[in-house]
């Protein structure tokens, strides 16, 4: 076996196998015989004792069967969807006789939960064999065809990065494309359009295939006392998967729901450099693709997208509407919106998002933007960070900041870079003023306010970080500030005559709202620091108020 193929299958030792066999039971099977199928969407961890194993890419319309991996004695089975839920990319089947341990799905969950060592060892090879998939015959198991300066493609191909999606791009301007629609017989009008295991989806959303995926909420029993889950987190930011990692590794069952994706703001970040324990910077979309894996492994469940609609108290409890018209009952709420991004006040520009006007500078869009002049709007490091990371990409750059100052709202150490940066060019009290372009943006006007110079500038993209409004619009009797920030603890007492504090006999605990069981978190919270450590911390912190709440109502 190649050196990727160890890590993504190591030898357990005898004791290592003892150990697993404590949590499940030893079954004969044959060879040829299916262990798990593609499309199944709840399987058992499968240990190969005696038995050897192939995974295999099943055949479809267009591509012929192909074997992924030999796995031989000794080796257990499973992927990353084990923890997350979600459907099974490829088919396993036994490839001789010989004996497999079973563990089912509550005796796995045992095992990551009372192993550390065993746990550590099987997420580690999880995330390791989904690396492979994404960049080997896996990844041609999910495939989105589509136009590469089409908004509603960029959105499938946002959402399948950030929840960890092995899945294959393909530009039906490309010959690949090409062929595939033709073999396919795919019209224009079919696009964006998904392959998977369970054939096309024409005009695909992210909803469409979240559910293919088994990504999506569907109650698993009718309302009870034990349905009722202990935090419902709205929103799958920074905060609200810190809060679902604390929650669910305490012992709370937690449920998140994610409007768009997974991550949040802090996924547009290209590089976050200044936040601890990564010394040589970590991207947003790692760092929140890691907490979603690690809420997951303590038993979190996350769906997206999903919409909560609204919130409401009910028998003690809450009841969270959703915009399918599906509800959950939590005992608390966490809200962990964030905030919505803001948008420049010009002729065009909604019809240009996605088609040149993004909000977010990761690989996916400097992909698009093939080296050409790009612009960014924003002084803070969030504009700062989506620069230099375009200009490594070989795109010219123009950052243009409203104010004088490029000090004045970035860290030093960007600015230093920005200022050193030769593919950089700044441009102080100026503003984007217009926009053209025919389908797809092509050009935009800078005006200098000192001068009132206009300049026409070559755009192929640009990439807007100028701040955003709290999402928390959606809230009914909730108390919030005069910007709509939601208003926690102490800045409740702070009102006039505590009026935003509905009276319980007590203070409202850290980080809770003016209705009792009800948090917030976050960039959504009233005098929040937006800044990535300091939503993690919150998310953390807000976890010791929600037991201290149970506490006190059970």
Same mark, same amino acid.
């Given at each position: 076996?190649?050196?990727?193929?160890?890590?993504?299958?190591?030898?357990?030792?005898?004791?290592?196998?003892?150990?697993?066999?404590?949590?499940?039971?030893?079954?004969?099977?044959?060879?040829?015989?299916?262990?798990?199928?593609?499309?199944?969407?709840?399987?058992? %961890?499968?240990?190969?004792?005696?038995?050897?194993?192939?995974?295999?890419?099943?055949?479809?319309?267009?591509?012929?069967?192909?074997?992924?991996?030999?796995?031989?004695?000794?080796?257990?089975?499973?992927?990353?969807?084990?923890?997350?839920?979600?459907?099974?990319?490829?088919?396993?089947?036994?490839?001789?006789?010989?004996?497999?341990?079973?563990?089912?799905?509550?005796?796995?969950?045992?095992?990551?939960?009372?192993?550390?060592?065993?746990?550590?060892?099987?997420?580690?090879? %999880?995330?390791?064999?989904?690396?492979?998939?994404?960049?080997?015959?896996?990844?041609?198991?999910?495939?989105?065809?589509?136009?590469?300066?089409?908004?509603?493609?960029?959105?499938?191909?946002?959402?399948?990065?950030?929840?960890?999606?092995?899945?294959?791009?393909?530009?039906?301007?490309?010959?690949?494309?090409?062929?595939?629609?033709?073999?396919?017989?795919?019209?224009?009008?079919?696009?964006?359009?998904?392959?998977?295991?369970?054939?096309?989806?024409?005009?695909?959303?992210?909803?469409?295939?979240?559910?293919?995926?088994?990504?999506?909420?569907?109650?698993?029993?009718?309302?009870?006392?034990?349905?009722?889950?202990?935090?419902?987190?709205?929103?799958?930011?920074?905060?609200?998967?810190?809060?679902?990692?604390?929650?669910?590794?305490?012992?709370?069952?937690?449920?998140?729901?994610?409007?768009?994706?997974?991550?949040?703001?802090?996924?547009?970040?290209?590089?976050?450099?200044?936040?601890?324990? %990564?010394?040589?910077?970590?991207?947003?979309?790692?760092?929140?693709?890691?907490?979603?894996?690690?809420?997951?492994?303590?038993?979190?469940?996350?769906?997206?997208?999903?919409?909560?609609?609204?919130?409401?108290?009910?028998?003690?409890?809450?009841?969270?509407?959703?915009?399918?018209?599906?509800?959950?009952?939590?005992?608390?709420?966490?809200?962990?919106?964030?905030?919505?991004?803001?948008?420049?006040?010009?002729?065009?520009?909604?019809?240009?998002?996605?088609?040149?006007? %993004?909000?977010?500078?990761?690989?996916?869009?400097?992909?698009?933007?093939?080296?050409?002049?790009?612009?960014?709007?924003?002084?803070?490091?969030?504009?700062?960070?989506?620069?230099?990371?375009?200009?490594?990409?070989?795109?010219?750059?123009?950052?243009?900041?409203?104010?004088?100052?490029?000090?004045?709202?970035?860290?030093?150490?960007?600015?230093?870079?920005?200022?050193?940066?030769?593919?950089?060019?700044?441009?102080?009290?100026?503003?984007?003023?217009?926009?053209?372009?025919?389908?797809?943006?092509?050009?935009?006007?800078?005006?200098?306010?000192?001068?009132?110079? #206009?300049?026409?500038?070559?755009?192929?993209?640009?990439?807007?970080?100028?701040?955003?409004?709290?999402?928390?619009?959606?809230?009914?009797?909730?108390?919030?500030?005069?910007?709509?920030?939601?208003?926690?603890?102490?800045?409740?007492?702070?009102?006039?005559?505590?009026?935003?504090?509905?009276?319980?006999?007590?203070?409202?605990?850290?980080?809770?709202?003016?209705?009792?069981?009800?948090?917030?978190?976050?960039? #959504?919270?009233?005098?929040?620091?937006?800044?990535?450590?300091?939503?993690?911390?919150?998310?953390?912190?807000?976890?010791?108020?929600?037991?201290?709440?149970?506490?006190?109502?059970?």
């Amino acid at each position: 076996m190649s050196d990727t193929q160890v890590a993504a299958f190591p030898e357990l030792n005898a004791e290592q196998m003892d150990r697993l066999r404590g949590y499940g039971i030893s079954e004969k099977v044959r060879g040829g015989e299916v262990l798990v199928s593609t499309g199944q969407l709840v399987y058992d %961890f499968l240990v190969l004792d005696t038995a050897s194993a192939e995974i295999v890419r099943e055949a479809d319309d267009d591509q012929a069967e192909a074997v992924v991996a030999q796995v031989p004695p000794r080796r257990f089975l499973g992927e990353l969807n084990l923890i997350t839920g979600q459907a099974v990319y490829l088919t396993t089947r036994a490839t001789a006789d010989g004996e497999i341990i079973r563990i089912d799905p509550a005796n796995f969950r045992r095992l990551m939960a009372e192993d550390t060592a065993l746990s550590d060892l099987i997420l580690r090879t %999880f995330l390791q064999r989904r690396h492979e998939l994404q960049t080997g015959e896996g990844a041609l198991s999910v495939r989105i065809l589509g136009s590469g300066q089409s908004r509603e493609s960029l959105a499938l191909r946002t959402w399948a990065v950030r929840s960890r999606i092995a899945h294959t791009w393909i530009d039906i301007d490309s010959e690949s494309g090409r062929t595939l629609a033709q073999s396919l017989d795919i019209s224009p009008g079919q696009l964006p359009i998904v392959a998977t295991h369970t054939g096309l989806i024409s005009n695909a959303t992210t909803a469409l295939l979240a559910q293919a995926m088994n990504l999506t909420y569907a109650p698993s029993a009718p309302a009870s006392t034990e349905s009722i889950v202990d935090i419902v987190v709205v929103g799958a930011g920074p905060a609200g998967l810190a809060a679902a990692v604390y929650g669910a590794s305490e012992g709370l069952r937690t449920m998140v729901f994610e409007a768009v994706a997974v991550g949040g703001q802090a996924s547009a970040s290209s590089r976050i450099e200044n936040y601890l324990g %990564f010394e040589s910077g970590i991207s947003g979309t790692e760092l929140t693709g890691r907490a979603m894996v690690q809420a997951q492994k303590f038993g979190a469940r996350i769906a997206s997208p999903c919409i909560v609609e609204s919130v409401h108290p009910i028998d003690g409890t809450f009841e969270v509407s959703l915009s399918d018209h599906t509800t959950v009952r939590a005992r608390t709420v966490v809200v962990a919106t964030g905030a919505r991004f803001r948008t420049l006040n010009l002729p065009r520009w909604h019809e240009l998002e996605g088609r040149g006007i %993004f909000y977010a500078a990761t690989e996916a869009e400097a992909r698009l933007c093939e080296g050409g002049p790009v612009a960014v709007v924003g002084g803070a490091n969030s504009a700062g960070q989506a620069a230099l990371f375009l200009a490594n990409h070989g795109c010219p750059v123009a950052l243009v900041v409203r104010s004088n100052d490029l000090y004045g709202g970035m860290s030093a150490y960007l600015a230093h870079r920005i200022e050193a940066d030769s593919r950089i060019q700044v441009r102080l009290e100026s503003e984007v003023t217009a926009l053209t372009g025919d389908r797809n943006l092509a050009g935009i006007a800078v005006t200098d306010h000192r001068t009132n110079h #206009v300049d026409a500038l070559d755009c192929s993209a640009l990439f807007c970080f100028i701040g955003a409004d709290p999402a928390s619009s959606w809230l009914d009797g909730i108390q919030l500030d005069a910007e709509g920030f939601i208003l926690t603890d102490s800045a409740l007492l702070a009102r006039e005559n505590s009026a935003g504090w509905n009276p319980v006999d007590r203070v409202p605990l850290p980080f809770e709202t003016s209705e009792p069981g009800i948090f917030a978190i976050g960039d #959504v919270r009233a005098g929040s620091m937006k800044r990535v450590a300091a939503a993690v911390g919150d998310g953390a912190s807000c976890v010791r108020s929600i037991h201290q709440y149970l506490g006190l109502t059970s």
